[in-house]
């Protein structure tokens, strides 16, 4: 069975610093595309970080130069770096995973994946 268990968010302060974790189990993490994606209040859900082994990194446009996404395969864990957190970053955040070939471009759509965490807030205070 699939689990995906978040990990690391909480309440920073505007230009702070968080790294959030996603702990993956009972599947072949190493060739599953993964996926970073998080949802506001009244907003839809939103792609904003992907990897695949073989393809370079996917960010939102939101997020690009400040987050940064990598995978421990050894260690089966997805891990999102959020440098300069901004009040916008404010959301619950959550990994995804699907099934990937070797050099496959990395989804960033969340009806694209197949298994999802319970999500980690995260909340930036201006």
């Known amino acids: 069975q699939v689990h995906l268990v978040e990990s690391g968010g909480g309440s920073v302060q505007a230009g702070g610093s968080l790294r959030l974790s996603c702990v993956a189990s009972?599947?072949?993490?190493?060739?599953?595309?993964m996926g970073w994606f998080r949802q506001a209040p009244g907003k839809e859900r939103e792609g904003i970080a992907a990897i695949n082994i073989g393809r370079p990194t996917r960010y939102a446009d939101s997020v690009r130069g400040r987050f940064a996404i990598s995978r421990d395969n050894a260690k089966n864990t997805l891990f999102l770096q959020m440098n300069s957190l901004k009040p916008e970053d404010t959301a619950m955040y959550y990994c995804?995973?699907?099934?990937?070939?070797?050099?496959?471009?990395?989804?960033?759509?969340?009806?694209?994946?197949?298994?999802w965490g319970q999500g980690t807030q995260v909340t930036v205070s201006s």
């Open positions: 009972g599947f072949t993490f190493s060739t599953y595309c």
């Open positions: 995804a995973a699907r099934g990937c070939s070797f050099g496959w471009m990395p989804p960033t759509l969340p009806a694209d994946y197949n298994y």
